[in-house]
């Protein structure tokens, strides 16, 4: 969008501005994740195999139903996932300590340092584009990017911020 709108033509905008919008997001997104998917591809791995390795990070020991919560896919799709994560040594399942029917998982050393391969240049492209955008930009596109989820993903991303995870 513009340089020239000003925010209180922001309630204003037309079809036009949006769809620059919305094809500013397409853009942002491939180079947002175009050097992790250069690393997944060499390994054969995808963008689920990704987010997983991502929130199990955030949240050391989450369980399986957690995971499956956070991500909004099917279990047969995150364990197909997951078991590929543990086969080749990067994700650890363990049973839970007050429920032994539940499954536990860490990032196993080679997890974190994938983990951080993987998201090293997401934090550096982020963080440049934050400082050349400057603080106010930075609160009002975390504004926009919250007023863009839905409620219940709204709240559950609100308590992974509070909880830290």
Same mark, same amino acid.
């Given at each position: ?81 997951? @078991?590929? /994560? ?5 994700? $650890?399942? &363990? ?5 032994? %029917? *539940? ?39 975390? @504004?926009? /990017? ?5 409620? $219940?993903? &709204? ?5 992974? %911020? *509070?909880?830290?995870?």
């Amino acid at each position: 969008m513009g340089e020239g709108i000003r925010s209180e033509n922001l309630l204003y905008l037309t079809d036009e501005q949006l769809r620059q919008g919305i094809e500013a997001m397409y853009f942002a997104y491939r180079g947002f994740t175009a050097d992790p998917d250069r690393i997944l591809e060499s390994m054969a791995y995808g963008r689920a195999h990704h987010r997983a390795i991502h929130f199990i990070n955030r949240a050391p020991g989450t369980t399986v139903t957690n995971l499956l919560a956070i991500l909004g896919v099917t279990k047969q799709s995150l364990n197909r996932v997951l @078991r590929t /994560l543990i086969e080749d040594g990067l994700v $650890e399942s &363990r049973v839970g300590t007050s429920d032994r %029917r *539940e499954r536990n998982l860490y990032l196993t050393e080679t997890g974190v340092a994938l983990e951080n391969r993987l998201s090293d240049s997401q934090r550096n492209r982020m963080r440049s584009a934050f400082r050349d955008a400057g603080p106010e930009a930075v609160a009002g596109f975390r @504004r926009v /990017l919250e007023s863009m989820m839905d409620g $219940e993903l &709204r709240r559950q991303y609100l308590s992974l %911020r *509070e909880t830290g995870q």
